[in-house]
């Protein structure tokens, strides 16, 4: 089985893969939108997500390593989003990534969308006045910089749903220093 999801809020994502386990179907592989799940028994794993700081890392190996002896078996890799499962029943399990290294990833992220954002407002607003200034309207730039400005909406709420997660992360920091 296929699902199809933009993997903008990582929490939202491992949330649902978790979801999934729980009715049976288990992450094989993913990519940055599609994730492909293989049916098994119900709730037979837990899920969870890191994502590592770059390639190559000398730390990276050690890293999987420890996790892998921990019993924690890497499921798929996309870039540097990883998911980890184990067996439900050795009980829950947490990946101590930092709360400063999470809230770095979040800001990458939020950045990344909001010149995504910006670059599309732009190139919409900027198109759609041009063709409105004219005498004639063309349909297809119409088309085109009215789904600028559509792009424009459809990650508005995403990124201030990542700014949330991102100011809770940061609450926690000042609550229990990392």
Do not use: C
Not at 138 to 157: A, C, P, Q
Request: glycine fraction near 6%.
């Amino acid at each position: 089985m296929h699902k199809y999801w933009l993997v903008m809020n990582p929490y939202v994502i491992e949330k649902r893969v978790n979801e999934m386990a729980s009715q049976g179907w288990h992450l094989k592989k993913f990519t940055w939108i599609r994730f492909t799940f293989e049916q098994d028994e119900p709730g037979s794993y837990i899920y969870r997500h890191d994502e590592l700081e770059r390639f190559g890392t000398s730390y990276e190996d050690e890293y999987l390593d420890f996790l892998k002896s921990s019993g924690i078996e890497q499921v798929d890799r996309s870039g540097n989003f990883v998911f980890f499962r184990k067996p439900a029943h050795e009980g829950p399990f947490e990946l101590y990534s930092d709360k400063k290294t999470k809230i770095s990833n979040l800001s990458k992220k939020i950045t990344l969308l909001l010149l995504i954002l910006l670059l599309n407002l732009f190139v919409g607003l900027t198109g759609l006045i041009s063709i409105f200034k004219g005498q004639h309207t063309d349909l297809l730039k119409l088309l085109l910089n009215s789904t600028n400005i559509l792009i424009v909406m459809l990650l508005v709420g995403p990124i201030f749903k990542l700014m949330r997660v991102r100011k809770n992360l940061k609450k926690e920091l000042d609550v229990f220093t990392d």
